[in-house]
């Protein structure tokens, strides 16, 4: 999803960024908003999405195909039964699945080979392949951005065969919704593709962490080091994989702007991320309750999976001091339809948080 940054003005007193440089700002001006896909680059070509497609993905041309328009109408809700209906083809068609991942994806095949069940997911960071076999459940990332890639929500051959994953699909580009801000659609620049990756490529753990090789490729893990961020605790069990965990007021203070999942365990939601694009050593520090990943703000220090796909649908801004009082700062939060303004005031070793303005779409 997209979402909309407030412009925010830095001043910079040095050419390497410190701590203050990459989490404080001088000003925040409410007023001039930018939308994020002015800052974004111009959709791919046929030719450019070719030339740039991992390493490890063929792609076959089809003579006989599912038709991207198809494919997406028969899977699109025009209404609330349909998006009922949904649901519940959901809990029943998938039910195996639904056991094992819980709501971590969204289902949308399935296939048996041996005594393996194979299956396809769909998250807010991209497609996976979801395995059952001897009860245990296991997911791999495919790495096809969805920006490029559409994957058929109906697969009408086997997608497992001859050791290879076999999808087909088009390739797409974004195009935005006249009137609803922040919200994508796609259109096909070419249909009837199929993308064939090796099941050996797709499943590599080379660190034996929990998650595939490409899935730590694409977002800035170490796929040779089961333990990214060196403080004790491995990856897939780490709940803020990449960096170190502290334990300061600033830190505390994005804590409490974290999505609050209620009674949910999320450590168990091993495949379930919520992604932020920030260098703020004090936001990187968080020790959250659901996992979480960053995004450089430098597009040149960024994988080339984030870099292409937008997989943030909120945002937390840097710090504004007050001027006069030493306690009190001020923080943004905003995603694809909000946005929410707020003073904080630390006193006796915590923060009060007190809305102070926003706006929903």
Same mark, same amino acid.
């Given at each position: 999803?997209?979402?909309?940054?407030?412009?925010?003005?830095?001043?910079?007193? #040095?050419?390497?960024? #410190?701590?203050?440089?990459?989490?404080? @700002? !001088?000003?925040?001006?409410?007023?001039?908003?930018?939308?994020?896909?002015?800052?974004? !680059?111009?959709?791919?070509?046929?030719?450019?999405?070719?030339?740039?497609?991992?390493?490890?993905?063929?792609?076959?041309?089809?003579?006989?195909?599912?038709?991207?328009?198809?494919?997406?109408?028969?899977?699109?809700?025009?209404? #609330?039964?349909?998006?009922?209906?949904?649901?519940?083809?959901?809990?029943?068609?998938?039910?195996?699945?639904?056991?094992?991942?819980?709501?971590?994806?969204?289902?949308?095949?399935?296939?048996?080979?041996?005594? @393996?069940?194979?299956?396809?997911?769909?998250?807010?960071?991209?497609?996976? =392949? =979801?395995?059952?076999?001897?009860?245990?459940?296991?997911?791999?990332?495919?790495?096809?951005?969805?920006?490029?890639?559409?994957?058929?929500?109906?697969?009408?051959? $086997?997608?497992?065969?001859?050791?290879?994953?076999?999808?087909?699909?088009?390739?797409?580009?974004?195009?935005?919704?006249?009137?609803?801000?922040?919200?994508?659609?796609?259109?096909?620049?070419?249909? *009837?593709?199929?993308?064939?990756?090796?099941?050996?490529?797709?499943?590599?753990?080379?660190?034996?962490? *929990?998650?595939?090789?490409?899935?730590?490729?694409?977002?800035?893990?170490?796929?040779?080091?089961?333990?990214?961020?060196?403080?004790?605790?491995?990856?897939?069990?780490?709940?803020?994989?990449?960096?170190?965990?502290?334990?300061?007021?600033?830190?505390? =203070?994005?804590?409490?702007?974290? $999505?609050?999942?209620?009674?949910?365990?999320?450590?168990?939601?091993?495949? @379930?991320?919520?992604?932020?694009?920030?260098?703020?050593?004090?936001?990187?520090?968080?020790? $959250?309750?659901?996992?979480?990943?960053?995004? $450089? !703000?430098?597009?040149?220090?960024?994988?080339?999976?984030?870099?292409?796909?937008?997989?943030?649908?909120?945002?937390?801004?840097?710090?504004?001091?007050?001027? !006069?009082?030493?306690?009190?700062?001020?923080?943004?939060?905003? *995603?694809?339809?909000?946005?929410?303004?707020?003073?904080?005031?630390?006193?006796? *070793?915590?923060?009060?948080?007190?809305?102070?303005?926003?706006?929903?779409?």
């Amino acid at each position: 999803m997209k979402f909309f940054y407030f412009t925010l003005f830095i001043s910079l007193l #040095s050419c390497s960024k #410190s701590v203050e440089d990459k989490c404080f @700002v !001088e000003k925040m001006n409410n007023t001039d908003v930018i939308f994020v896909d002015d800052l974004k !680059e111009k959709p791919y070509t046929v030719k450019q999405i070719l030339d740039q497609k991992p390493k490890y993905l063929d792609i076959i041309n089809l003579k006989k195909f599912r038709t991207f328009k198809k494919d997406s109408a028969d899977s699109h809700f025009y209404t #609330s039964s349909d998006s009922e209906n949904m649901i519940r083809k959901q809990y029943v068609e998938f039910k195996e699945f639904k056991s094992k991942f819980s709501d971590q994806f969204v289902f949308y095949a399935k296939e048996q080979v041996g005594n @393996v069940q194979y299956g396809l997911g769909k998250n807010n960071l991209g497609y996976w =392949l =979801l395995k059952i076999e001897n009860n245990k459940a296991d997911a791999y990332f495919l790495g096809l951005s969805f920006s490029h890639y559409y994957i058929n929500k109906i697969q009408e051959n $086997p997608f497992i065969e001859n050791g290879f994953l076999q999808l087909q699909g088009s390739l797409v580009k974004i195009i935005k919704v006249a009137g609803l801000p922040g919200y994508d659609d796609y259109s096909a620049m070419e249909d *009837g593709k199929l993308f064939k990756i090796k099941i050996n490529d797709l499943t590599k753990d080379s660190d034996n962490d *929990g998650y595939n090789d490409i899935f730590e490729n694409s977002f800035g893990l170490n796929p040779n080091n089961k333990d990214t961020d060196g403080d004790g605790v491995n990856d897939f069990e780490d709940m803020n994989p990449m960096f170190k965990s502290g334990k300061n007021k600033f830190t505390e =203070l994005y804590e409490l702007l974290l $999505p609050n999942y209620g009674t949910t365990d999320m450590k168990k939601m091993y495949y @379930v991320f919520q992604v932020y694009e920030s260098d703020c050593d004090y936001f990187h520090q968080i020790r $959250p309750d659901v996992r979480v990943l960053f995004i $450089p !703000e430098n597009k040149d220090k960024q994988t080339y999976y984030t870099k292409i796909t937008d997989i943030t649908d909120e945002y937390i801004s840097k710090i504004k001091k007050d001027k !006069e009082d030493p306690n009190r700062f001020y923080i943004q939060k905003f *995603g694809n339809s909000y946005g929410n303004n707020y003073s904080a005031d630390y006193e006796k *070793g915590k923060w009060i948080l007190k809305l102070g303005g926003g706006y929903i779409i």
